[in-house]
């Protein structure tokens, strides 16, 4: 099972940043938060993944609290291309359990 | 280069048939996986493979079995389909160690009529 929670859905305006919410607050010390995104129809992709300090790559921010029990993912400049379900996943060295996600929707 | 293609894209057959699904990744990972993706959109695991474990789901069906003709490649071959099998199957790989990081294929979407 998975062992987070996100928000079902969440809209955002293109050109805003979108700011998508996840608590894990069971997260073992060991765990890391990973992000993945599913565009309609198309293989889950990889965006960003954490430990406990902030991350930053060219896709996404991730931003871990300091009790590590909630994160959160921001799509700095969201565009339509961004509509997508969005899963925040903690693993160690286990393979991706996914859970409901956030269906994300980038409204121009 | 695509990384994890799998064949076909699209899979339309009839209930009872015997069905396989091709999976092949050029990332020279170790690991491979196959997920289900059934009609409310859940992503479950079906099976994780190396050359040293295969582990399964315990709630998949054994009419599910992969093959590994080598590091490749992870086919998934399905004996005597059922309606419930329709779904869109995903194949993904990740390196040894680095589980979480996959990489995943477009998908297979199977229809059983």
């Known amino acids: 099972d998975a062992k987070t929670t996100q928000p079902t859905s969440m809209d955002c305006a293109e050109g805003r940043a979108a700011n998508l919410p996840c608590n894990h607050s069971?997260?073992?010390?060991?765990?890391?938060v990973y992000w993945y995104r599913q565009i309609h129809s198309q293989g889950p992709q990889y965006i960003i993944h954490?430990?406990?300090n902030n991350e930053t790559n060219e896709m996404a921010s991730l931003i871990i609290t300091e009790d590590r029990k909630s994160s959160t993912l921001i799509l700095p400049h969201a565009t339509l291309r961004d509509t997508a379900v969005y899963y925040c996943?903690?693993?160690?060295?286990?393979?991706?359990?996914f859970g409901k996600g956030t269906r994300l929707s980038v409204i121009a | 280069d695509t990384a994890v293609s799998q064949t076909p894209k699209y899979l339309v057959t009839q209930m009872g048939n015997d069905k396989s699904i091709k999976c092949e990744q050029n990332?020279?990972?170790?690991?491979m996986y196959w997920y289900k993706q059934d009609s409310k959109k859940f992503l479950k695991i079906m099976f994780s493979?190396?050359?040293?474990?295969?582990?399964i789901n315990e709630t998949v069906p054994n009419r599910f079995s992969p093959k590994s003709p080598d590091k490749a490649h992870l086919n998934l071959h399905i004996n005597s389909l059922e309606l419930g099998d329709s779904a869109v199957y995903f194949c993904?790989?990740?390196?040894?160690?680095?589980?979480?990081?996959?990489?995943f294929g477009q998908g297979t979407r199977l229809t059983v009529v």
């Open positions: 990332l020279g990972h170790d690991t």
């Open positions: 493979y190396n050359n040293k474990e295969l582990i």
């Open positions: 993904a790989s990740s390196q040894e160690g680095r589980a979480p990081e996959a990489f």
């Open positions: 996943i903690v693993s160690g060295n286990t393979p991706l359990v």
């Open positions: 069971t997260i073992s010390g060991n765990e890391y």
């Open positions: 954490g430990l406990k």
